[in-house]
């Protein structure tokens, strides 16, 4: 709990004040504030909710062993203001289950932080999943369980668990949106892609029962659990590193889906940055048209991960509500509105009949996919996004780039002035030769900067489980650069994007397969603890032992821009943590 005494602040913990009875009887003048807001030793930049609300003692988040078989659940909704009622619809065979609400984030590493647990409510075990023709979409036709009101809750990200009377668990995953974004960096959880990935009732949008393309679906359904992460979708792995981060760092943040992207057309305004978190490949009109406005108005953007943008999407209500259906035909000739309204048939955006490439947004196209991971080369280390790293061109980061990329392709699609940040060379298992991962920043005419990591990698690898713990601890501290610089408003005023394109990619260098080095981390660069192997699930991969590093060339050392110094006039610097 915080507890706020005139100007001081006193910072303490609710086991401590059982300890100490002493703490109780701070002043009248003291005003609690809810311990939610507590992020490390700052508080996010939200308003504080009521003062008369009183937290429970915190309980690990976590699902342990596999107790997630027995019960599942969804919500009505992927996200809601504080003050909403929420609509909760659970299957269980158990007698009754509680659920208990988790708001996510930093938490001195904990990442969670219990909120209120929801009284017993009689289980019920519901019907079998239901396939809709002609769409193949799956639904879960079931009652509403019970609702919960939301009064009090601080805007974040979310996990309910469900708790059976039988010992099983599982999440819903849930995101309470701030009342304005102006000034914040807005976080996006990209859960349309969550949702074209899940698997839950037999099919996706990607194969259906049989495992193949032409039984899947053409729509999917919100109206149904995530079969991933017991029921988070692609939370955990591929966005709670980056939550935890932004909240350790103190920024002032807001939280919405993105469906609230195409709900909400203005939900942006203001916004000093957006930020898309891992894995956000499926985009309606109204969602990339919201984007590219907050661009256009001076709004950054940050894509941390790879493939973003690239699926075009739209949205259909369903008996629970409006926008709960997702609609992806993938072939143009199968949609119905092919002819009829051209910009919403839903093949991908670079493709006919209304083509408009993901990289005139996010900077880089998608290039390849293929399930290994190799090293991030660096080849500007003279930018502040990597200010504190000590990394020098040609450095190497293991395990980075993969199983998605994006890459710069020179041509009208490719916004200018645009600086190669990393250029790491990546075999190609879908066209058999050797592509370039880069990762990029841009500026906009309207003075925002655009950065993409250009891997789909980033995220875990931040968290530790798709990398070692060096380069986990560098790409967090590149993170936190991208997160503070951003945060500040327009980034070009404070680090204009250097244009190295034509002489990165006319680099021809000779490659040669070397071992895959082991980067030392500097002190200042371990900004996380390691994740504990309970909290990360471990993420197989088929990493090579060796990798390609290019032979060293003078041509690719930066000349053009002076060396960084050790902080940007008018950006904070991130301060370290102890692993």
């Known amino acids: 709990m915080t507890v706020v005494c005139g100007p001081r602040r006193l910072r303490t913990h609710w086991r401590v004040i059982a300890a100490c009875g002493a703490l109780l009887a701070v002043t009248a003048a003291c005003v609690p504030v809810h311990a939610t807001h507590q992020v490390s030793s700052q508080v996010v930049g939200h308003p504080a909710p009521t003062p008369t609300l009183r937290l429970p003692p915190n309980i690990d988040w976590r699902i342990h062993g596999s107790r997630g078989a027995g019960i599942s659940g969804f919500a009505d909704h992927t996200s809601v ?14 007698r009754t289950f509680t659920v208990n609400v988790f708001r996510m984030g930093w938490y001195d590493g904990t990442f969670g932080r219990l909120l209120e647990t929801a009284p017993p409510t ?9 396939m809709q023709a ?24 979310y996990l309910l668990r469900l708790n059976a009377s039988d010992g099983s668990q ?24 969550w949702q074209a990935y899940n698997r839950w009732g037999c099919c996706n949008l990607y194969s259906g029962a049989d495992g193949s393309f032409a039984t899947r679906s053409r729509a999917v359904s919100f109206d149904r659990p995530y079969s991933a992460e017991r029921g988070a979708g692609e939370f955990i792995e591929r966005e709670l590193p980056v939550l935890a981060e932004a909240e350790r760092l103190g920024l002032r943040l807001d939280y919405v889906t993105s469906v609230d992207l195409d709900d909400r057309p203005n939900l942006l305004a203001g916004a000093a940055a957006v930020v898309s978190m891992g894995h956000d490949e499926y985009w309606s009109p109204a969602m990339r048209a919201a984007v590219t406005a907050a661009r256009d108005a ?3 953007l940050a894509f941390l991960g790879a493939n973003a943008m690239f699926r075009r999407i739209r949205f259909a209500e369903s008996p629970v509500g409006r926008s709960r259906v997702e609609v992806d035909y993938k072939v143009g000739g199968e949609d119905p509105l092919l002819g009829v309204d051209d910009p919403a048939v839903t093949t ?9 490439p993901e990289s005139l947004v996010v900077g880089a196209a998608y290039s390849c996919f293929t399930h290994i991971r190799t090293a991030g080369v660096v080849v500007d280390a003279s930018s502040p996004f990597f200010r504190g790293t000590h990394l020098a061109d040609e450095a190497m980061l293991p395990k980075l780039i993969g199983a998605e990329i994006d890459q710069v392709f020179l041509g009208p699609n490719q916004p200018r002035p645009v600086e190669i940040l990393l250029h790491s060379p990546f075999p190609c298992a879908e066209n058999g030769r050797s592509v370039d991962a880069d990762a990029t920043y841009y500026t906009a005419p309207s003075g925002a900067g655009v950065f993409d990591a250009g891997t789909q990698s980033w995220v875990c690898a931040m968290g530790a489980t798709c990398t070692d713990a060096a380069t986990a601890g560098l790409v967090r501290r590149i993170t936190d650069n991208v997160l503070l610089i951003f945060a500040t408003g327009p980034a070009a005023k404070k680090v204009p994007a250097i244009d190295n394109v034509a002489r990165v990619l006319a680099l021809s260098p000779p490659f040669e397969l070397l071992p895959q080095p082991v980067v030392p981390a500097p002190p200042t660069a371990t900004l996380l603890p390691v994740p504990r192997p309970s909290l990360w699930r471990p993420t197989p991969s088929a990493s090579p032992s060796a990798t390609h590093r290019p032979t060293p060339s003078p041509s690719i050392s930066t000349t053009t821009r002076p060396t960084a110094p050790a902080s940007t006039p008018g950006v904070p610097t991130p301060t370290p943590t102890s692993s």
Request: hydrophobic share 40%.
């Open 81 to 94: 203001a504080p003050g909403d009622a929420l609509g909760l619809y659970v299957s269980t065979r158990a």
């Open 134 to 157: 002609p769409t193949n979409t799956v639904v879960a036709p079931w009652q509403e369980s019970l609702r919960l009101g939301t009064a009090g809750w601080p805007p974040g990200d």
């Open 298 to 300: 001076g709004t950054n």
């Open 122 to 130: 009689a289980g019920q075990h519901q019907a079998s999943a239901l």
């Open 348 to 356: 991908d955006w670079p493709d006919a009949p209304d083509p408009q």
């Open 170 to 193: 599982s999440y819903v995953p849930l995101t309470v949106r701030a009342a304005s974004a102006a000034g914040a960096v807005v976080l996006v959880s990209p859960v349309t892609t």
